[in-house]
């Protein structure tokens, strides 16, 4: 029998995490501020149910955090920031690149598509574009929209509506696990 590693742990509140999404844009902005002519990437989890932080998602992220800085090594890029949050709502982090959006998204979609656990990280890419933050989507860089990890529909689409249930969300995502040597 699989172990629940996504069923206990801390469940936030609907407030902190809209409060938790607004802090992560105004830091964006900041740091595009700070660093201009600069992109930002910020990346977390995508976990499906309530709980958003125990020792297993950290452990993951911290697998996310070696992948991101393997393809940073990998393609060559440098940083000039780095910061990372331990939040109710999950972790989180930032760090900003010297290069073109462009080039770091691509470089990104390498280990949300390859990397084990890769589907379930969560990159995003974003650079100032006419005085405005922009997020870099993958379909500007040639790609399709991510699928769901049950169906082939866009993730977005069945995360929305809700069309599965997190039970067997859950127990596709632990499969994942068994399959990553470094969990």
Do not use: W
């Amino acid at each position: 029998m699989k172990k629940k590693v996504f069923s206990e742990g801390i469940t936030p509140s609907l407030r902190e995490v809209l409060h938790t999404r607004e802090q992560r844009v105004l830091f964006q902005e900041k740091l595009l501020t700070l660093y201009p002519g600069e992109t930002v990437v910020s990346f977390k989890l995508n976990i499906p149910g309530p709980v958003k932080d125990n020792e297993a998602i950290r452990k993951i992220f911290s697998i996310l955090q070696e992948d991101l800085q393997s393809i940073v090594q990998e393609e060559g890029l440098q940083s000039s920031f780095e910061k990372v949050l331990f939040l109710s709502t999950g972790p989180e982090g930032f760090c900003v690149l010297k290069s073109s959006g462009v080039v770091v998204k691509t470089a990104l979609m390498i280990l949300e598509e390859e990397a084990p656990l890769g589907r379930l990280y969560d990159l995003d890419v974003h650079e100032r574009k006419v005085g405005l933050v922009h997020t870099i989507s993958r379909k500007e860089v040639g790609h399709k929209e991510r699928k769901c990890l049950l169906c082939s529909a866009p993730a977005k689409v069945c995360g929305r509506a809700r069309v599965h249930d997190v039970e067997s969300l859950h127990a596709v995502m632990e499969t994942m696990l068994e399959e990553e040597p470094r969990f």
